[in-house]
């Protein structure tokens, strides 16, 4: 391990929440509603296969619930965002 990639490395477990800087919550952010996003159209794709009686209303419910939390995480990031910003 470099004397760069230690000290890069250190720095960076040291740091608090507020001291990171925006972009890497951002993308650290975006990273996880993708994930999230991909694990519940997933959940929606096994709920149609294996689902029983009426697999596409089962599958649009789970895929429905994924999406709506979604929006509304990015909602309450929009208003956050709006108020930090006045």
């Known amino acids: 391990m470099g ?3 230690r000290d890069k ?5 040291h740091m608090s929440e ?9 993308s650290t952010t975006r990273w996880l509603m ?16 294996f689902g029983g009686n009426q ?10 619930c994924t999406l709506a ?5 990015i909602a309450a990031l929009a208003v956050r965002q ?3 910003s006045r």
């Not at 507020?18 to 951002?26: F, G, I, V």
């Not at 993708?34 to 296969?49: D, E, N």
């Not at 697999?55 to 429905?64: C, E, H, K, S």
């Open 3 to 5: 004397p760069v990639f």
């Open 9 to 13: 490395w250190f720095r960076d477990k």
């Open 18 to 26: 507020s001291e990171r800087p925006a972009a890497d919550q951002t």
């Open 34 to 49: 993708l994930a999230i996003l991909v694990w519940g159209l997933i959940l929606a794709l096994g709920t149609f296969l």
């Open 55 to 64: 697999p596409v209303l089962r599958a649009a419910i789970v895929a429905g």
């Open 69 to 73: 939390f979604l929006g509304l995480w």
């Open 82 to 84: 709006r108020t930090t």
